[in-house]
């Protein structure tokens, strides 16, 4: 019987069965963008450069009703690995299960869900301006050592939605190993001590127009020096959304790294943005950036200006110009009192 | 000359009703579902929520599968009356969900018929569509 049954399955072809084409939804987007020193200080491009900034493919797949793969795949800048141009990236992949409309479980590469853009970052689309909040999202381009918190983390999450007293509310919950202060160690594959950052946001609808949110991360840092160090950092944030009148956006971010070795380093930073569509397509804006790395050195701060409008040419196609005008006082890291206005512009398409 | 006439009359009487039956009545814009699904209506606030991916699995923990026709006038009834946003904002709403991996824009058809298809064979699902072209699937009133 065994002998026959061996038969059996070697004469059986195995096959790969091919995946439904409906069970996968394929998205993505494209930025191309544009930048120069139009006046100031010798910072920024001062060449004027054009850049093949990103395309991107998000691919979602659902092998079951409750399953969920999803997945951003990029590449930047012109990727050439052969010449080591360029970036190739997961922007995340994780799996999400659904258990009810309150529980989710993710495993995975994530973006951090810390306050509004962190992670729509990268899809140009999504974005009114060129580009994200420095002062809140990139500080330590504008005088910071530490970012608030870090792009990614790679971990675990419970996530969900629902209502109350008729105001839609979401919320996520994150675990992951954290972000690696060794460049030698990848955080999405391992940690590098035995702490687990926690990234946490909360976000509830008051009326149909005005959503606010709250949200915190916590970390441990292992530097490559033998230092070490908490990483706290807290977060608000406010949407005003709309159609007819002024939209806004607002986000404050507060926090502190607290060294072992008996330093700490107290920061702040929030940034405005106000905007208003006219006749379906054009879109001008203002956004107001301000981050002041150390509370405790005088003369620190640095700010940003944005002026620019946001044309929706075709279908989810935006032409986007803008004048960024920085500002920033003699102690700062970055710019060391440099004061210089920058011109952008971008071509973004979502498909 | 009246042979003529005649046949004039019966190629426009033709017309007519071949023309009429690709155009949607508005009054007939509305929500299908696929037959097995328990509830036969919902509220209009939960409607927005489902369009707007807010509300994502039926009480019985069923995953919603939706999807919307793109085809006048049930989509300009979608828009104004369902989601609440015009075509660009609704687009700029998903592009932000879909992108940061938050979920998966609602399906979307070119006709009446392929929405009805879709919500007689996805568990689950609910189709803003149009009534009058059922194909099996079953009529969920907004209240």
């Known amino acids: 019987m065994h002998r026959i049954l061996l038969a059996i399955a070697m004469v059986l072809p195995l096959s790969a069965q091919a995946v439904p084409l409906d069970k996968f939804d394929i998205n993505g987007y494209f930025s191309f963008e544009y930048e120069k020193n139009v006046g100031g200080d010798e910072e920024g491009d001062l060449n004027g450069s054009l850049d093949a900034d990103l395309v991107d493919l998000v691919i979602n797949f659902r092998p079951t009703d409750k399953l969920r793969i999803a997945t951003d795949f990029t590449w930047e800048h012109g990727a050439a690995s052969e010449d080591g141009r360029g970036n190739v990236a997961v922007e995340y992949a994780f799996a999400e299960y659904t258990l009810s409309n309150l529980v989710k479980v993710r495993a995975g590469k994530q973006f951090t869900h810390f306050g509004i853009y962190n992670e729509i970052h990268t899809a140009k689309p999504a974005t009114l301006t060129v580009k994200e909040p420095l002062s809140t999202n990139k500080n330590n381009k504008l005088g910071s050592d530490i970012r608030f918190y870090p792009r990614w983390g790679n971990g675990l999450a419970v996530t969900g939605n629902s209502d109350w007293n008729d105001r839609d509310f979401d919320y996520i919950v994150q675990l992951t190993n954290g972000e690696d202060e060794d460049e030698e160690i990848n955080p999405f594959e391992e940690d590098d001590n035995t702490h687990k950052a926690v990234t946490a946001r909360f976000r509830i609808n008051i009326t149909d127009d005005l959503r606010l949110g709250a949200s915190t991360y916590l970390d441990r840092l292992d530097f490559e020096s033998g230092e070490k160090a908490d990483l706290t950092s807290y977060g608000v944030q406010a949407e005003w959304t709309s159609y007819d009148i002024v939209s806004i956006e607002f986000e404050y971010v507060v926090g502190e790294v607290d060294y072992d070795s008996g330093t700490t380093v107290e920061r702040d930073a929030y940034t405005i943005m106000f905007s208003r569509a006219f006749a379906g397509w054009i879109t001008p804006y203002f956004r107001y950036e301000y981050l002041d790395p150390n509370d405790d050195i005088d003369d620190d701060d640095a700010n940003l200006m944005i002026l620019g409008v946001n044309l929706l040419v075709d279908t989810n196609m935006y032409l986007k110009f803008e004048i960024d005008r920085f500002d920033s006082e003699i102690n700062n890291d970055d710019l060391a009192g440099a004061d210089y206005t920058e011109f952008k512009a971008s071509l973004s398409i979502g498909f | ?143």
């Open chain 2, 1 to 143: 000359m009246k042979l003529l006439f005649r046949k004039f009359i019966v190629v426009i009487a033709a017309s007519v009703v071949l023309l009429s039956s690709h155009f949607v009545n508005a009054q007939s814009a509305g929500v299908v579902a696929n037959p097995a699904l328990s509830v036969s209506a919902i509220s209009a606030k939960n409607a927005k929520r489902i369009f707007l991916g807010k509300l994502t699995v039926w009480e019985d923990g069923t995953p919603i599968r939706p999807c919307y026709v793109d085809v006048e006038p049930v989509i300009s009834t979608f828009y104004k009356n369902v989601v609440k946003r015009k075509k660009a904002q609704y687009d700029a709403y998903w592009n932000k969900k879909v992108f940061s991996g938050e979920g998966v824009k609602p399906t979307m058809f070119d006709s009446a018929t392929s929405a009805s298809d879709f919500a007689v064979n996805n568990k689950g699902a609910i189709c803003f569509s149009d009534t009058a072209v059922l194909g099996g699937a079953k009529v969920v009133s907004i209240q």
